[in-house]
């Protein structure tokens, strides 16, 4: 085995990110951060990569968990890209924090600009005719450095951004404690149970055909993004909305949470819903055919 890069993703774009650099590997599998990490050790592995979207300025906490329990070879080739919208914050940092307990460097990071998904706060944008076609060309730069094994810094939180982090960021954080609680299902719902197979959190499962929420959410948009119907809608209860605005009064992107019926929504345009319910050999086995056709 040469290189697993292992991805966590809501809407497709840190999926793509890792299929554009797998390509350029040789003999390299994409693995999703939503399998068992000892299933999928990265002890045998010359090339190790880790690609994820930011999340409030950080890594997203189950790519966290993911990374913390997976073995690797400490000889191999790091690398990691992650894939925000505008800020990244530390979320390489995190990473290189995480590594570093296992006593591993990382010898290649870099960001990728993308689309911004967080569509129960507000819509997709820039929009993906503009950003993708540029996200598309820094991956395929980004593919080509990580084949030659270049090195590079990865990237660190300015100054402003790390002194600002913990007020701004404080509100979203207290909001993951419960972060499904405001997932409504409407009665459009067919019980196709496909929101259950997206997440990458296993944090569905139908309950009377009906989707229910297990709480260990991590709001990545793959169920509401992914639903035929559109019956997963997103409301904050008078109650909760009471408590929030107790707490975090200076951040108005809280304030308007919510997922309005029209609201339009983001996929990236190189990846299918049924991409995102695919378990890793699946999605390994055709990748190889597809390279080698
Ligand atoms: C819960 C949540 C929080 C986010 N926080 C940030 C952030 O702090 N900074 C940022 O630039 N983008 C943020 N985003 C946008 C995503 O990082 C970005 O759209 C990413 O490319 C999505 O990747 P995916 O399609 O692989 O899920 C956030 C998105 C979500 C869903
Ligand atoms: S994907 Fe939509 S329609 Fe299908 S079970 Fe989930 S909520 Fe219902
Ligand atoms: S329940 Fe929906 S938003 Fe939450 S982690 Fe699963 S797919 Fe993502």
């Known amino acids: 085995m040469k ?30 951060m939503r399998a068992d990490p000892k299933d999928y050790p990265a002890t045998d ?13 950080t890594m997203p906490a189950p790519a966290v968990s993911f990374v913390e329990g997976l073995d690797i070879n400490p000889n191999a080739y790091v ?9 990244c914050g530390i979320a390489c940092e995190k990473l290189a924090e995480i590594l570093k307990k296992k006593q591993i460097d990382i010898d290649y990071g870099n960001i990728v600009y993308s689309v911004a ?17 540029k ?6 730069d980004i593919a080509s450095r990580i084949a030659r094994r270049e090195k590079k810094e990865y990237p660190r939180a300015g100054r402003y ?18 972060a499904d609680n405001p997932f409504t299902i409407s009665e459009d719902c067919i019980s196709c149970g496909l929101c259950t197979r997206v997440c990458p959190c296993k944090n569905l499962t139908l309950v009377d ?3 229910v929420f297990q709480h260990h959410c991590a709001n990545c948009m793959a169920c509401v993004v992914s639903c035929p119907k559109r019956a997963i809608g997103y409301e904050i209860t008078a109650g909760d909305r009471k ?4 707490s975090t009064s200076k951040t108005p992107l809280v304030k308007i949470m919510g997922l309005p019926k029209k609201r339009k929504l983001y996929m990236n345009p190189y990846i299918t819903t049924k991409d995102l319910t695919k378990e890793n050999e699946t999605w390994q086995k055709e990748a190889k055919q597809e390279k080698s056709s």
């Open 3 to 32: 290189g697993r890069i292992y991805y966590f993703t809501g809407t497709g774009n840190s999926m793509r990110a890792a299929r554009v650099i797998a390509s350029q590997l040789t003999d390299t599998e994409i693995v999703s």
């Open 45 to 57: 592995c010359e090339i190790v990569g880790f690609i994820y979207p930011v999340y409030h300025w």
């Open 79 to 87: 690398f990691v890209v992650a894939m925000p919208s505008f800020v």
């Open 117 to 133: 998904n967080y569509v129960i706060v507000y819509p997709p944008f820039p929009s993906a005719k503009l950003r993708v076609p």
């Open 135 to 140: 996200t598309e060309r820094k991956l395929k």
């Open 161 to 178: 951004i790390r002194r600002k982090r913990d007020r701004v960021m404080k509100p979203y954080l207290e909001l993951q404690k419960y």
């Open 209 to 211: 055909g009906k989707p």
């Open 243 to 246: 408590l929030l605005d107790a």
